[in-house]
């Protein structure tokens, strides 16, 4: 074990961000840290850090191990050159190659004992320079580099003019190598290209050392972890496995728990039942009984009702009329900047219902060409043609959509104007913007936020053509799973940017590739769009380094669709077996119930025949009724007896 967490709790004012929170990470192992927005995972890694002090409980970290953190926004004010700011990294290996080159300076004007004695202090450090990566330390760096995303020719560029994304991947490259005994990375994807993070992901798997990563990629996730620390309404849970196993266990688990749930409260009614049925009978044997199952029921410890963990976006896109079937055909459409050609010559058309995704590298220009669709932007020469009644719903990463200076309120009814104030509240409401959140400034939301300003507004829209840059920015996994449920039931088209592999994996029905300034065609999802990368590779037509890093863990689930068959064949016998003994017991209920309704009126009859004037001096009719009386309460407790235990196999 490399790193524990002991009972860390920590709160902020009165609300409870982490509650007693235990864990504990071995040597080598790769984990991911998740939850929704808000849950305490920033907090978490800052505690761990020691960044932030918890209220209480302890961080253990194995002696003289050494700990790196990659932040979501690092800090990097520099003036070096990029490779500069990564080679600094290295300053004792370029502090040895120094004193060496210097050594073999010296060594030519030395003779006799000098030279002897230098000699041996040379081949001392050139053996420990060698044991440190001297002789490879800067193709590392050229690698890590270049993995991360960066050109040769960026390699001069200064720091301090970069773009903020940009600085994130200078910081990442140079915590990569570091080399820290525990690697602590938060949301390490966000600034990356697919080729870059098939690169980390690679580099991750294989690195000596601990990782633990914040993500909202959940194929990155699958890809690298082996382990998922879940932060829940402040409680922490460790699943083994990769994000699907986490997502199915769970799944298992709530189900459980809701199961638990329903059957203490079905027994706790029926319990209840059975008291007041035992109660009614009104004799001595059965009110004891009741008065225990009372003190049993009293110790029963109430589960409480499973909860989500936080409420759910109501999302449903509908198209307010159907498109022609040619939505959109893009003819020798070119684009380019001073000294960045984009593309030319594309030519591609959608049709109506399909679900095409634009991935490509950084810088291709992928969120251009959906400026240029929606009018945003300029070509330089060729033609957008949009079909019959199609209708456009835009989704704007940078959010240019909305406006700074106005409420969320504002937003929603400028634009529709027919909706009154009861409609905007439920429809933000849906969205988690509740009470006095309607009133706030769009310029004060964070980027979830705006995004979810947004898909609300492409709900209200009615729009039949979505048209998305990277949908799932600043989304929490839950909303991304949600926004996946709302796109595969939407039956308009849809066109999207998105670098997230897993949402193009579970909505695209195609995949454009926008590669060396033209468009590559795959029919499928993104597996299918990777093994035919892979299979272009294997074939000789495509160089690997065109493709990226190695092929992309795939996730197949036959093995547990199988499994769920089988599974399946044997709970519907079990449980065909299950209702046919319910059955039974209810039959035998009612009949008991009816026969002991029976015997408990004619009981009544006998007595009151007993007390009536006209039976008060016959004796042997008294007698009859007498010896009825006592086979009837002979019988009525036998009845008790099969009743009580009928109701309890019921009950089980």
Known sequence: MILACQNITKAFEETVILDRASFHIEENEKAAVVGINGAG?????????????P??????????????????????ASGLTIYQELISIKQD????????????????????????SLMDKYSTLSHTFDLMGGYSYQ?????????????????????????????????????????PDIILLDEPTNHLDMNSIAWLENYLVNYKGAVIVISHDRYFINKVATKIVEIDQGDVTTFIGNYDDYSYKKEQLRAAAMNAYLKQQQMIQHQTQVIEKLKSFNREKSIKRA???????????????????????QLTLTPNMRSGNDVMTITDLAKSFPGNPLF????????????????GDNGTGKSTLLKIINGLEEADFGEVTLGTNVSIGYYDQEHHELHNDKTIY?????????????????????????????????????????????????????????IMDEPTNHLDINSREILESAINQYEGTIFYVSHDRYFINRTATRILELEHHSIHNYIGNYDYYVEMKQRAIDNGLLESSEAGASPFHVNVQETKDLEKKEEGKQDWASQKQAASRKRKLENDLKKTEEEIAQLENRDKAIDEEMQSPENC????????????????????????????????????
Not at 41 to 53: D, Q, S, V
Not at 347 to 353: A, M, P
Not at 422 to 438: G, H, W
């Open 617 to 652: 001096n016959k004796a042997l009719v008294l007698n009859d009724l007498f010896k009825e009386k006592t086979q009837i309460q002979e019988r009525l407790t036998e009845l008790y007896e099969t009743w009580e235990k009928l109701s309890l196999e019921l009950a089980d």
């Open 291 to 313: 008065e225990s199952r009372e003190k049993m029921l009293e110790k029963v410890q109430v589960l409480e009702k499973p909860t989500e963990a936080r409420a759910k976006m």
């Open 410 to 466: 504002e937003e929603i009814s400028d634009d529709f104007p027919y909706l009154n104030i009861t409609q905007i509240r439920t429809t933000m409401a849906a969205f988690l913007f509740t009470d006095d959140d309607v009133y706030k400034l769009i310029g004060d939301l964070s980027g979830g936020e705006r995004g979810r300003v947004l898909l609300a507004k492409l709900m209200l829209s009615d729009c039949n053509f979505l």
């Open 139 to 179: 193709s590392e760096c050229k690698g890590v580099l270049k993995g991360l995303g960066f050109a040769e020719e960026e390699f001069t560029k200064e720091v301090s003019t970069l773009s903020g994304g940009q600085k994130t991947r200078v910081a990442l490259g140079k915590l990569l190598l570091q080399n």
């Open 55 to 76: 209220d209480d409980g302890v961080v253990s970290i194995s002696k003289d191990k050494t700990l790196g953190y990659l932040e979501q926004n690092p800090v990097v």
């Open 93 to 116: 290996l370029i502090d040895m190659e120094t004193q060496l080159r210097q050594m073999e300076m010296d060594m030519k004007h030395l003779e006799g004992p000098e030279l002897s």
């Open 41 to 53: 995972k920033t907090t978490l890694f800052n505690i761990i850090t020691g960044n932030l002090a």
């Open 344 to 359: 030319d010559h594309l030519n591609f058309e959608i049709k109506r219902g399909e679900h095409v995704a634009l991935i």
